[in-house]
């Protein structure tokens, strides 16, 4: 059972950056898909950003151009980079893993079978 555990999330200023981190205990070269997903308050998860096995990505329109998806293999963890953040992008974030799923246009992977616990962001205008 992959086990992933995100960090890197706190409070920031509309405009600013953070780097959210995810590291599993399994081996992210041999995912097929792994992703990051949001969860504003009150309002539903959702997938925004995703990248599969050879480095290919996909994201949602929000957070296109601002937001990277990237990982490394030798070190077993994902990272999200969020630039020029915005009060909309206050949210809980997790990672998730599809070993052996695929991903899907718009930032996530079908077949997601492990997640981490979130990481809270706080972005103040």
């Known amino acids: 059972q992959v086990q992933l555990v995100e960090s890197g999330g706190g409070s920031v200023q509309a405009g600013g950056s953070l780097r959210l981190s995810c590291a599993a205990s399994?081996?992210?070269?041999?995912?097929?898909?792994m992703a990051w997903f949001r969860q504003p308050p009150g309002k539903e998860r959702e997938g925004i950003a995703a990248?599969?096995?050879?480095?290919?990505?996909t994201y949602t329109d929000s957070v296109k151009g601002r937001f990277t998806i990237s990982k490394v293999n030798a070190k077993n963890t994902l990272y999200l980079q969020m630039n020029n953040l915005k009060p909309e992008d206050t949210a809980m974030y997790y990672c998730?893993?599809?070993?052996?799923?695929?991903?899907?246009?718009?930032?996530?992977?079908?077949?997601?079978?492990?997640w981490g616990q979130g990481t809270l962001v706080t972005v103040s205008s």
């Open positions: 399994g081996y992210t070269a041999s995912f097929y898909c």
């Open positions: 998730a893993a599809a070993p052996f799923g695929d991903m899907k246009y718009g930032g996530s992977c079908s077949a997601l079978d492990a």
């Open positions: 990248i599969e096995l050879h480095g290919s990505t």
